[in-house]
């Protein structure tokens, strides 16, 4: 349903409904009263539509007598203003109870709900940022499939017509990414050019930026092989070794069940 925002109306309504209450403790036809019924009105109109039949139904209400003499008692023009506020009242839920039942969410409701949708979807997959160390790649992808969860390799996915960045953001839809930094390229400052270190691919370096900025640090677990040089602006990155043994196995599985992975150590090792 086009128009106002659901959440919205339903608090605007039950705003007006809310003070109907108090209006009861005093006289009828009193200037709170009056403000009150132009306020009723106006969000009735600005709720639904000022032609609506919502608001002809409220400006129907009386809360007066339909007949009365000079000696009918002051009890029952009180009666009457008090049955008025209680229909007014019932009106009003009625209205609420329409607009919860029938209209659609708001639009930003839906987008959370197509989230919660996307992010359970992809729940065990992984990303796996890697260069050219083969080996060290296939250790890590047997680890995690182990765990149950799914290895996302770029150059694994059909490519489908689309460039290298493309695939990028399609298949980067994951929850969680291991970066693997091997020495598979040289580099130094150009003044130091005679002394070049051990670094990531450039492509690797990119990827790792790229999910610290979608999923957070904690979402982010890097691999480190060897003397390697780091990206100086990420201190406070946690690198664990890749050595020798298989002590990275345990600190990968720490941080995976610390994201929120549902893993069992049992299958890891």
């Not at 990531?200 to 990827?207: G, I, K, P, T």
């Not at 999923?215 to 982010?220: A, I, Q």
């Not at 990206?231 to 941080?255: A, H, T």
Request: include cysteine.
């Amino acid at each position: 349903m086009a128009g106002p925002k659901k959440a919205k109306s339903i608090q605007r309504l039950q705003k007006v409904l809310d003070k109907a209450p108090e209006l009861k403790t005093l006289q009828g036809y009193s200037p709170e009263f009056e403000k009150w019924r132009r306020n009723a009105q106006v969000a009735i109109a600005n709720t639904f539509d000022s032609e609506s039949s919502h608001v002809g139904d409220f400006k129907k209400i009386r809360y007066s007598l339909m007949a009365f003499t000079t000696g009918t008692p002051d009890s029952q023009f009180e009666a009457a203003y008090r049955r008025g506020l209680d229909s007014a009242a019932s009106v009003l839920e009625s209205m609420i109870d329409e607009i919860k039942e029938y209209w659609e969410d708001d639009e930003e409701s839906s987008e959370i709900s197509d989230s919660k949708v996307k992010i359970q979807k992809n729940a065990r997959k992984v990303f796996v940022i890697h260069g050219q160390d083969k080996s060290t790649q296939e250790s890590v992808v047997r680890f995690l499939e182990r765990l149950k969860l799914k290895p996302v390799i770029l150059h694994e996915q059909p490519n489908e017509g689309r460039t290298i960045i493309e695939k990028f953001e399609e298949y980067g839809d994951v929850t969680f990414a291991v970066v693997l930094l091997t020495p598979d390229d040289m580099g130094a400052l150009k003044e130091q050019r005679r002394n070049l270190k051990p670094r990531a691919r450039q492509n690797v370096v990119f990827e790792f930026g790229y999910f610290i900025g979608k999923l957070g640090r904690k979402r982010v677990c890097a691999l480190s092989k060897g003397n390697i040089e780091r990206p100086s602006d990420w201190d406070g990155i946690l690198y664990v070794p890749l050595g020798n043994d298989d002590g990275w196995k345990m600190e990968l599985f720490r941080e995976l069940k610390a994201a929120g992975f549902d893993v069992d150590a049992n299958q890891a090792f």
